[in-house]
C-alpha cells in the first residue's frame, strides 16, 4: 500500500515535470522572433561564430553604443582603417566657414531591413531622439553641442551647431532607425530595441537573451555584400571557457586575455591578431579633494616614479605599450614631450625641491605639518586598473609617499570626488573628442578640475580651425603643456588580443581599435571564412 | 509584506540604472546626465510614492519595463520562469528519488558502509558551498576534460533533447548535491528512530514478518521526510541564484543577480513577486502530498 502511495508521488512527479518541459519548449519558440533560419538549420561552413565577452542587452543605436551596431545598422558617416571619417549613407557634406552649418546628400538607395526606403526624416528622427532628454540615451552627450537638425529636401539635411565641433562627423556614425517604428511609442521601451532593423549588411533573426544573437546576411543591402552567410554571437563571459571553444572550434573568434595568448598561438588551426587601441589608463590627479596636487612638482615626481615598462610587461603580459600623451594614436601625435622615464632619483630630488622632508621619521614625507598622502580609487571589477594601482603605491611608497588604495565598486565610486583615481579613457577618432571635454576648465568630463589656460586656449583654437598643419600645431602645444603641467599620471594603452580559427580571413589588423577591442567588426561585410 | 520589505533593501541598496545604461564606458558618465536619467525613470521621487506607484501597476496585471533595457518585465520573466522552472523540477525530483533510495537501503541497514558513509558524506555535502562545487564541476569535464558544456541552455550547431539535457547535468549535478546529503541523513534517522521504538520491538516479539515491519517503518518515516522536503524549497530557490550565476544559466536567479547592482526595480520585484508565489504553490504541493499519505492528518482536517 505504502508503495502505491510513494509510486503516485512519483508519478505525479514526472507528470508535473512533463508539463513544465512542455511549457517551457512553447514559452521559449513563442517569445522569439520567426527568421529563416533557425537554429538547427544553421549550417557551420557558412556560420561565423563569435564567443562575446559583453551582450548587447539591448539593440537600438540611438541609446547607446552597441556591441553588434555595425552589424544591424549604418550612419552617415562611417569611418576608414585610419579611424578618418569618411561618407557611407551621405554622398558627400559640405561644412560653412564659420564651421557651424554641415550640410549632407544622402543616397537614395538605402533600404531598411523591412524594405521601406530609408529617408532625409529618418536620419532627422535620428538625431533628435538622441539629442531628446526624455530619452535614456548614454550618447545624449555627443550631440549636446547640436543645434537643429532639418531636412533641405528629399536628399540633403543641414546640421547647425551652436559652437564648432570638429568630432561631429564621428558622432555622425550613428546607426539611422527607420523613424516608422516608433510612432506612438516611448523609444525607451519600444519593442524595436529588443527587434531591431537597420540597414546594415547583417539583419536581425533572433535573440537568445543572455545566450545568442543570431544574425543573417541582408540582400538588398546598398554596399558591399557580406560574404559570410550567418553570424551568431554567443555569450561567454568567462575568459577560460572563451580560449577553450575557440580550441575546440566552437567558436571562431573570441577576444582573449594575455595569459592566453601564447596558448592560442601553439595551436595549428588559430591564431591571434593583437591590434593597437586608443584604449590608455591613467592616474588623474584632483585639484579640489585634496590640495597636494595643486604643487606640480609633486605630480612631475609621481609621474617619473611610475616604471611603465614593469606594468607593460608584469600586468598586461607585454600587450600594451608606455603612454605619454593622450593623441598617441592619433594623427596629432606630438613624440617631442616629456615622457618621464622612470626615474626614482629624479622624483625624489624633485619633492626635496618642494620642501618635502620626513621631519618625524616615519616615513611619510611631509612639509609644514601636512603629510604626503592620498588614496588612490580603481573600480574593483576591473583586474588590471586595481593591479596598477597597488603596484603604483608600492613604487611610490619609495619616494615617501604614503599611497593608499580603495578598490571600490562601480556603483560607490563618484570620480570628482577621488583625490586620485585609475581612470581609463581614449578614442581612435577626432582629436577633439576626448580631449577638449578632459582637460579645458570647463569640459564636461574634467573630473579632476584640472585648469590650465594654455590648454583651454590652444585647445579651443584647435576646435576652429579647418587648416590641419595648424591644427597640428595647435595639438602639439597642448600635448607639451599637458607634459609639464600634467592633470593625468600616464600608464600604458592597452592592445587587444583576438583569438582566431584560421578559417577566418579578412580582419583588418591595422585599424586602432576602442575600450576592450571595440570596433573590430567595423568591415565585417569583407570577411571570409574558409 | 514581503513586496513592502523587498522594495525597502533595494532602496536602501548602493547602485543606479543609469550605470547600466552607460555599461562599459563609467568613465564618461557625467553628474548632470546620472541626474538627467534618474529623473526620467521618476527615481528623484520619494520611495513610498514609487512603491505605491508599482503596487497600482501590479495590482492591473503589468510589472513595469527594465530600467536596464526598457524591455518589459512580464516577458522577460516569460523568458526565464521556464528555465528555471524546468531546473527545480529535475534537480528536486533527482534529489527526492536518491535520497530516498539512499536513505532508506541505509536506514534498514545499521552500520553498513552504506550507512555509515552516509553520515559521514552527508556532513561533509552539506559543508560544501554550492558555488565550489560548481566551479570544480566545470574545472573537470568542461575545462580538463571537455565533456561538458559549461555554460547555457543549448548549443549552437547540435540542439535538440539530448544538447539541452547536457547543458542541464552539471547545474543540477551542483544542487543534488548540496541537498541529498541532508536529505537522505533525515530518511536514515528516522527509519532507525523507526526501528528502535516501542511499537516495533512489540511487533517483532509477536513474529509480525518483516516485510510487513519494514513497510509500516517506511510509511511513519516517510511523514515527516515530506514535511521537511517542503521547508527545504525555498533553499532550493535561493540555491539557483550562485548556480545559475555560475553556469550562465537564463533563469530567474540569473536575472536577479544582474539586476541587483544596477537597482533594476522592476526587474528586481518582479523576479522577487514570481519566486515567492513559485516558493508558496510548491509548499501548498507538499501540503497535499503530506494529507494523501498521513491519514491522521487527513482525520484532522476532515474532522
Given at each position: 500500500m505504502v508503495w502505491k502511495r510513494v509510486a503516485a508521488v512519483l508519478l505525479s512527479g514526472v507528470m508535473t515535470l512533463g508539463i513544465l518541459t512542455g511549457c517551457g519548449g512553447e514559452n521559449g519558440t513563442s517569445s522569439t522572433v520567426q527568421g529563416q533560419t533557425s537554429?538547427?538549420?544553421?549550417?557551420?561552413?557558412?556560420?561565423?561564430?563569435?564567443?562575446?565577452?559583453?551582450?548587447?542587452?539591448?539593440?537600438?543605436?540611438?541609446?547607446?553604443?552597441?556591441?553588434?551596431?555595425?552589424?544591424?545598422?549604418?550612419?552617415?558617416?562611417?569611418?576608414?582603417?585610419?579611424?578618418?571619417?569618411?561618407?557611407?549613407?551621405?554622398?558627400?557634406?559640405?561644412?560653412?566657414?564659420?564651421?557651424?552649418?554641415?550640410?549632407?546628400?544622402?543616397?537614395?538607395d538605402v533600404k531598411f531591413h523591412d524594405g521601406t526606403d530609408l529617408t532625409v526624416e529618418d536620419v532627422v528622427f535620428t538625431i533628435q531622439t538622441v539629442m531628446d532628454e526624455t530619452v535614456n540615451s548614454s550618447l545624449r552627450e555627443d550631440f549636446t553641442l547640436v543645434d537643429k537638425v532639418e531636412k533641405e529636401d528629399d536628399t540633403t539635411l543641414k546640421i547647425t551647431l551652436k559652437e564648432p565641433f570638429p568630432a561631429l562627423l564621428d558622432k555622425l556614425t550613428i546607426g539611422i532607425v527607420p523613424a516608422h517604428c516608433f510612432e506612438g511609442q516611448d523609444i525607451n521601451k519600444a519593442d524595436f530595441n529588443q527587434h531591431p532593423i537597420g540597414c546594415g549588411p547583417y539583419k536581425f533573426v533572433r535573440y537568445e537573451t543572455d545566450s545568442k544573437l543570431l544574425l543573417t546576411r541582408f540582400d538588398d543591402y546598398y554596399g558591399d555584400k557580406a560574404k559570410i552567410k550567418n553570424i551568431v554571437c554567443t555569450n561567454l563571459p568567462d575568459y577560460n571557457v572563451r580560449a577553450l571553444q575557440l580550441s575546440t572550434g566552437e567558436v571562431d573568434l573570441t577576444y582573449l586575455e594575455p595569459s592566453q595568448v601564447e596558448k592560442v598561438e601553439q595551436n595549428t588551426d588559430t591564431m591571434v591578431y593583437k591590434l593597437d587601441t586608443a584604449d590608455y589608463r591613467c592616474v588623474m590627479f584632483n585639484f579640489k579633494a585634496t590640495d597636494l596636487f595643486q604643487d606640480v612638482k609633486v605630480r612631475q615626481a609621481l609621474c617619473y616614479a611610475t616604471n611603465r615598462e614593469a606594468v607593460v610587461n608584469s600586468i598586461v603580459?607585454?600587450?600594451?605599450?608606455?603612454?605619454?600623451?593622450?593623441?598617441?594614436?592619433?594623427?596629432?601625435?606630438?613624440?617631442?614631450?616629456?615622457?618621464?622615464?622612470?626615474?626614482?632619483?629624479?622624483?625624489?630630488?624633485?619633492?626635496?625641491e618642494a620642501g618635502w622632508k620626513d621631519s618625524d621619521g616615519d616615513g611619510v614625507l611631509d612639509r609644514n605639518g601636512e603629510k604626503l598622502s592620498f588614496t588612490l580609487t580603481a573600480p574593483v571589477s576591473d583586474e588590471v586598473r586595481v593591479n596598477m594601482a597597488t603596484y603604483l603605491a608600492e613604487e611610490w611608497k619609495k619616494l615617501g609617499v604614503d599611497c593608499k588604495v580603495d578598490a571600490l565598486d562601480w556603483n560607490a565610486i563618484d570620480i570628482?570626488?577621488?583625490?586620485?583615481?585609475?581612470?581609463?579613457?581614449?578614442?581612435?577618432f577626432d582629436a577633439d573628442n576626448d580631449t577638449y571635454r578632459l582637460f579645458t576648465t570647463e569640459g564636461s568630463a574634467n573630473y579632476g578640475f584640472y585648469s590650465n589656460k594654455t590648454v583651454d586656449e590652444v585647445l579651443k583654437k584647435a576646435r576652429i580651425t579647418v587648416d590641419q598643419k595648424e591644427r597640428k600645431a595647435c595639438y602639439a602645444e597642448f600635448q607639451k603643456t599637458l607634459a609639464e603641467d600634467p592633470a593625468y599620471d600616464f600608464i600604458c594603452y592597452i592592445t587587444a588580443l583576438y583569438g582566431a580559427n584560421n578559417r577566418v580571413s579578412g580582419i583588418n589588423e591595422t585599424k586602432i581599435l576602442g575600450h576592450h577591442g571595440a570596433g573590430i567588426f567595423w568591415n565585417i561585410e569583407r570577411w571570409e571564412l574558409k | 509584506?514581503?513586496?513592502?520589505?523587498?522594495?525597502?533593501?533595494?532602496?536602501?541598496?548602493?547602485?543606479?540604472?543609469?550605470?547600466?545604461?552607460?555599461?562599459?564606458?563609467?568613465?564618461?558618465?557625467?553628474?548632470?546626465?546620472?541626474d538627467r536619467i534618474n529623473t526620467n525613470l521618476g527615481l528623484d521621487q520619494p520611495v513610498f510614492t514609487r512603491y505605491f506607484h508599482w503596487m497600482e501597476e501590479v495590482v492591473s496585471g503589468r510589472l513595469g519595463n527594465s530600467y536596464a533595457n526598457g524591455k518589459s518585465v512580464n516577458t522577460i520573466l516569460a523568458e526565464r520562469l521556464p528555465n528555471t522552472l524546468l531546473l527545480f523540477a529535475v534537480?528536486?525530483?533527482?534529489?527526492?528519488?536518491?535520497?530516498?533510495?539512499?536513505?532508506?537501503?541505509?536506514?534498514?541497514?545499521?552500520?553498513?558502509?552504506?550507512?555509515?558513509?552516509?553520515?559521514?558524506?552527508?556532513?561533509v555535502l552539506n559543508g560544501i558551498p554550492g558555488v565550489l562545487v560548481a566551479i570544480s564541476l566545470i574545472f573537470v569535464f568542461s575545462v580538463q576534460l571537455g565533456l561538458l558544456p559549461s555554460s547555457g541552455t543549448g548549443s549552437i550547431f547540435s540542439g535538440g533533447i539530448g544538447d539541452h539535457l547536457r547543458h542541464l547535468l552539471l547545474p543540477v549535478v551542483t544542487i543534488v548535491f548540496s541537498h541529498v546529503g541532508s536529505f537522505s541523513r533525515f530518511i536514515q534517522e528516522g527509519i532507525k528512530e523507526e526501528w528502535n521504538s516501542y511499537y516495533v520491538t512489540v511487533a517483532r516479539a509477536n513474529h509480525v514478518s518483516r516485510g510487513d515491519l519494514y513497510k509500516g517503518v517506511m510509511k511513519n518515516a516517510l511523514v515527516p521526510f515530506i514535511n521537511y522536503v517542503g521547508t527545504h524549497v525555498p533553499a532550493f530557490f535561493s540555491g539557483f541564484v550562485v548556480v545559475e550565476t555560475v553556469f550562465a544559466y537564463p533563469g530567474l536567479g540569473n536575472m536577479i543577480v544582474n539586476a541587483i547592482p544596477i537597482k533594476d526595480y522592476p526587474v528586481l520585484m518582479g523576479g522577487i513577486l514570481i519566486t515567492g508565489l513559485v516558493v508558496i504553490l510548491s509548499m501548498l504541493a507538499v501540503d497535499l502530498i503530506d494529507l494523501a499519505l498521513n491519514p491522521k492528518l487527513r482525520k484532522s482536517v476532515t474532522e
Open positions: 537554429a538547427e538549420s544553421l549550417d557551420q561552413k557558412d556560420t561565423l561564430v563569435y564567443g562575446a565577452e559583453f551582450m548587447d542587452d539591448q539593440f537600438n543605436p540611438m541609446l547607446g553604443s552597441l556591441y553588434f551596431g555595425s552589424m544591424l545598422f549604418r550612419g552617415l558617416m562611417t569611418t576608414d582603417e585610419n579611424c578618418k571619417p569618411k561618407c557611407d549613407i551621405a554622398t558627400k557634406y559640405e561644412v560653412s566657414d564659420d564651421l557651424l552649418e554641415y550640410t549632407f546628400q544622402i543616397r537614395d603580459h607585454g600587450y600594451g605599450e608606455a603612454a605619454y600623451t593622450p593623441l598617441q594614436r592619433n594623427t596629432f601625435r606630438e613624440e617631442d614631450v616629456e615622457q618621464y622615464s622612470y626615474d626614482v632619483e629624479k622624483a625624489k630630488a624633485l619633492l626635496a570628482p570626488s577621488c583625490e586620485a583615481f585609475v581612470l581609463g579613457w581614449g578614442s581612435p | 509584506m514581503m513586496s513592502i520589505f523587498a522594495f525597502a533593501l533595494i532602496n536602501a541598496a548602493p547602485g543606479d540604472p543609469a550605470a547600466a545604461i552607460y555599461g562599459g564606458q563609467m568613465d564618461k558618465l557625467t553628474q548632470e546626465e546620472r534537480s528536486f525530483l533527482v534529489t527526492v528519488i536518491l535520497s530516498m533510495a539512499l536513505g532508506l537501503w541505509a536506514g534498514l541497514h545499521p552500520n553498513s558502509v552504506l550507512d555509515r558513509g552516509i553520515t559521514v558524506t552527508g556532513i
